[in-house]
C-alpha cells in the first residue's frame, strides 16, 4: 500500500519539477524513504516566504541560505505528506522521520 500510494505522489511530483527519490534506507529492517530535492523547487521559495510570512508573521531573510533552504525543505515535505495522505482510501496514521542535510 505504501509503495502505490507513495509512488503515485511521487510520480505527481515529478510532474510538478519537483524530482523525489524513493528507495530503501541502508539500515537494519530496511525502511522505506523518500529524498526529496529542495533545489528543484526553488522557484517557489518567494510564494512559500509570503505564504509563511502572512499565516505566521515570520519572515526570512533573503541572504540566510540555510533559512531559505529549512523553507523549501519544510514546504516540500508538507506538500509530499499532504499529497499522500489525500491519496489515501482511509484516513492515515502518517509518521515521518524527517533527516535533513542543510548543514554546509
Known amino acids: 500500500l505504501f509503495w502505490e500510494l507513495a509512488s503515485t505522489e511521487i510520480l505527481s511530483l515529478t510532474i510538478r519539477d519537483s524530482v523525489p527519490i524513493f528507495g530503501r534506507w541502508l539500515i537494519e529492517g530496511s525502511p522505506y524513504v523518500v529524498l526529496l530535492d529542495i533545489t528543484a523547487t526553488a522557484w517557489s521559495l518567494d510564494r512559500w516566504k509570503t505564504e509563511l510570512w502572512d499565516s505566521c508573521a ?15 525543505f519544510g514546504f516540500l515535505t508538507a506538500w ?5 495522505a489525500a ?3 482511509e484516513k492515515p496514521f502518517v509518521l515521518a522521520f524527517l533527516h535533513e542535510r542543510l548543514a554546509g
Do not use: K, M, T
Not at 515570520?58 to 523553507?71: H, L, M, S
Open 80 to 84: 509530499f505528506l499532504g499529497e499522500f
Open 58 to 72: 515570520i519572515g526570512i531573510p533573503w541572504y540566510d541560505r540555510e533559512a531559505n533552504d529549512a523553507v523549501l
Open 87 to 89: 491519496q489515501s482510501e
